[in-house]
Every structure is written in C-alpha cells, then in structure tokens.
C-alpha cells in the first residue's frame, strides 16, 4: 500500500516537476534545443506580422513548436544510446542518425510555411 501511484493534482504537480527538469537538463546540455528554442520564441511575435490570419499564425508557430518537440525526442534516444555504453555500435549510429534525420525533416515544414506565408505577404 505504501507505493501507490499519485493521483489528480499531485500526479500532474509531479509530471510538471518532472518536465521542468527535463527543461533545465536540455538547455544546459543540448546548444540545438537552445537554438531552436530561441528561435521559436521569436516566431511567436514575428509569426503576428506575417501571418495573414489566425490560422497561418497558428501554423507558423506550431511548426517552429514541432522542430523543438522532434529535438527534444531526438535528444531523449541520443540520451538513451549514450546510456547503453560509449563503445561504438552500428546500430546506436542508426539511432543517433535516425533522430538527427527526423530533426532535418521537421525542419522542412517551417520552412515550407514561412516561405508561403512571405510569398503571400510580400509578393501577391
């Protein structure tokens, strides 16, 4: 009975405490997930004065968002690889590229947006 799982607000207090960790932890060791980050924040506002309505605002910002969601997921498997050994192995090399691979991609999506959402601003 004394290990039950938390329940209500003390489940989600505790899934926020966890998260912020995760924050602190990627910020001081991943210089991408600053990268990207700093660069979402700056959408946001950005995003505003060229977004033509609510919904190309929202889509420039949520694609930015999506690059550093995908960095963070790309992080957590470097993590986890790292955590198995140092030694090197083909197969944690395919990991590692496979993360990297699908941070790249993401990335094509904000910029297919913003393109669009520039061209329809500035050129039509």
Same mark, same amino acid.
């Given at each position: 009975m004394g290990? *039950?799982?938390l329940k209500g607000f003390a489940r989600l207090r505790a899934a926020y405490a966890n998260s912020m960790a995760g924050f602190r932890d %990627?910020?001081?060791g991943e210089e991408a997930f600053r990268i990207e980050f700093i660069? @979402? !924040?700056l959408s946001i506002p950005i995003a505003f004065l060229v977004g *033509?309505? #609510?919904?190309? %605002?929202?889509l420039l910002i949520i694609s930015v968002l999506l690059v550093v969601i995908v960095e963070i997921l790309? +992080? #957590?498997? =470097? #993590?986890a690889i790292d955590?198995?050994?140092p030694e090197r192995h =083909? !197969?944690?090399r395919m990991a590692k590229d496979y993360g990297s691979l699908a941070v790249l991609l993401a990335a094509f999506i904000p910029g297919m947006l913003w393109a669009a959402a520039l061209y329809t601003k @500035?050129? +039509?």
């Amino acid at each position: 009975m004394g290990n *039950q799982p938390l329940k209500g607000f003390a489940r989600l207090r505790a899934a926020y405490a966890n998260s912020m960790a995760g924050f602190r932890d %990627i910020w001081h060791g991943e210089e991408a997930f600053r990268i990207e980050f700093i660069v @979402f !924040l700056l959408s946001i506002p950005i995003a505003f004065l060229v977004g *033509q309505n #609510a919904i190309m %605002i929202a889509l420039l910002i949520i694609s930015v968002l999506l690059v550093v969601i995908v960095e963070i997921l790309n +992080s #957590a498997i =470097e #993590a986890a690889i790292d955590r198995i050994g140092p030694e090197r192995h =083909e !197969l944690s090399r395919m990991a590692k590229d496979y993360g990297s691979l699908a941070v790249l991609l993401a990335a094509f999506i904000p910029g297919m947006l913003w393109a669009a959402a520039l061209y329809t601003k @500035f050129c +039509s």
